[in-house]
T-cell receptor, first 115, second 110 residues
Framework: DAGVTQSPTHLIKTRGQHVTLRCSPISGHKSVSWYQQVLGQGPQFIFQ???????GRGNFPDRFSARQFPNYSSELNVNALLLGDSALYLCASSSEGTGIWYGYTFGSGTRLTVV | DAKTTQPTSMDCAEGRAANLPCNHSTISGNEYVYWYRQIHSQGPQYIIHGLKNNETNEMASLIITEDRKSSTLILPHATLRDTAVYYC???????????FGKGTLLTVNP
């Protein structure tokens, strides 16, 4: 079975540009979360979606937005990129609601570099 | 979310048990203890979680003290592939966000 897939794996953008990151959860998983991991730090929570509704939002500016599609895949959008947005962006899906809990399954992430 | 305290780094010899401690003295009665690990350049991987009782699965054992203020993750026979950053996280449950600290870098040596 495919795990959580994220695209692209690497991305270089210029300050002020916009970026869209994509995530496909494990088949059957309805919950998707996004995390930002800056070098040397643990991942920081950005958003959580469940059944296409936003359930939670971390302490990130409005430049960050996300959505979940009917097939449960998700996009993370970041506008007006800053150098400080350079990070590994991780997507995680969970089996919440299926009656089976194996913890969150993370993808390998998208490495975003803002220059 | 309750905060956790972990050592910055630990070493372990290959084949020996690795015991990773975590303090969570402000944990509330309905909060769970979760452990994840992150191998270099990969996303975090779920290991185990527990509420009050000790837990064991194919990857590890989790020992939670009776007062629930601390816990220990045990990898019974560490291998080189267990070298990773290990995160101890306290959270209300399976549908809640994870608050990661800096974790413990476990280095397994040959």
């Amino acid at each position: 079975d495919a795990g959580v897939t994220q695209s692209p794996t690497h991305l270089i953008k210029t300050r002020g540009q916009h970026v869209t990151l994509r995530c496909s959860p494990i088949s059957g998983h309805k919950s998707v979360s996004w995390y930002q991991q800056v070098l040397g730090q643990g991942p920081q929570f950005i958003f959580q979606y469940y059944e296409k509704e936003e359930r939670g939002r971390g302490n990130f500016p409005d430049r960050f937005s996300a959505r979940q599609f009917p097939n449960y895949s998700s996009e993370l959008n970041v506008n007006a990129l800053l150098l400080g947005d350079s990070a590994l962006y991780l997507c995680a899906s969970s089996s919440e609601g299926t009656g089976i809990w194996y913890g969150y399954t993370f993808g390998s992430g998208t490495r975003l570099t803002v220059v | 979310d309750a905060k956790t305290t972990q050592p910055t780094s630990m070493d372990c010899a290959e084949g020996r048990a690795a015991n990773l401690p975590c303090n969570h003295s402000t944990i509330s009665g309905n909060e769970y203890v979760y452990w994840y690990r992150q191998i270099h350049s990969q996303g975090p991987q779920y290991i185990i979680h527990g509420l009050k009782n000790n837990e064991t699965n194919e990857m590890a054992s989790l020992i939670i003290t009776e007062d629930r203020k601390s816990s220990t993750l045990i990898l019974p026979h560490a291998t080189l592939r267990d070298t990773a950053v290990y995160y101890c996280i306290v959270t209300l449950g399976s549908n809640y966000k994870l608050t990661f600290g800096k974790g413990t870098l476990l280095t397994v040596n040959p």
